[in-house]
Antibody
Framework: EVQLVESGGGLVQSGGSLRVSCAAS????????INWVRQAPGKGLEWVSY????????YYADSVKGRFTISRDNAKNSLYLQMNSLRDEDTAVYYC??????????WGQGAMVTVSS | QSALTQPASVSGSPGQSITISCTGT?????????VSWYQQHPGKAPKLMIY???NRPSGVSNRFSGSKSGNTASLTISGLQAEDEAHYYC??????????FGGGTKLTVL
């Protein structure tokens, strides 16, 4: 089955760190760029970060730049988001989403990250 | 990057057509023909409905169509059905591998 599955969400204190993961299956993971998109409770979608197919290029939204790091392991068909210096406003469901023709054609089910002060 | 502007809500009766607008700037929608639209039902992940302004992925009903004029993109849903009731989000590529989403529109099928 073609899918993306996030894991690693949870509750963390403000200022703390957390890593969320995304496992891909059913397609050639190493051929696709992947993104993280988040959604705060009751709010809209916000693009967070992009990584190219090889991992050589990464980009971030201004809201997370310097605090979050995106990476991937193509041998393990896995994507990661290391989140440091977490703030209350980072509380959200974090989705991994595959890029095709500058759109997000496949999404995972999401991982909930709650930052508590 | 500021969020794209969408109406908070729209509604229509079964069988009718509705249009959701999405207004951006010359730095995103106005420059790139890379607008996409997503449908999201409560508690579910978003689903791609339109990409590159006008294109539908395989499996998406032809009742969904997209367009763009200047800095504004639009999603039209014809022949409204109860299952179309959901939130809809527009998204535009904004250059240098950055994307910006709209605030979302809640569609109610009366």
């Amino acid at each position: 089955e073609v899918q993306l599955v996030e894991s690693g969400g949870g509750l963390v204190q403000s200022g703390g760190s957390l890593r969320v993961s995304c496992a891909a299956s059913g397609f050639t993971f190493s051929s696709h760029s992947i993104n993280w998109v988040r959604q705060a409770p009751g709010k809209g979608l916000e693009w967070v970060s992009y990584i190219s197919a090889t991992g050589s290029s990464v980009y971030y939204a201004d809201s997370v730049k310097g605090r979050f790091t995106i990476s991937r392991d193509n041998a393990k068909n896995s994507l990661y988001l290391q989140m440091n210096s977490l703030r209350d406003e980072d509380t959200a469901v974090y989705y991994c989403a595959r890029t095709v023709k500058y759109a997000f054609d496949m999404w995972g089910q999401g991982a909930m990250v709650t930052v508590s002060s | 990057q500021s969020a794209l502007t969408q109406p908070a809500s729209v509604s229509g009766s079964p069988g009718q057509s509705i249009t959701i607008s999405c207004t951006g700037t010359s730095g995103d929608i106005g420059t790139y023909n890379l607008v996409s639209w997503y449908q999201q039902h409560p508690g579910k992940a978003p689903k791609l409905m339109i990409y590159e302004v006008i294109n539908r992925p395989s499996g998406v009903s032809n009742r969904f169509s997209g367009s763009k004029s200047g800095n504004t993109a639009s999603l039209t849903i014809s022949g409204l059905q109860a299952e179309d009731e959901a939130h809809y989000y527009c998204c535009s590529y904004a250059g240098t591998y950055n994307w910006v989403f709209g605030g979302g529109t809640k569609l109610t099928v009366l």
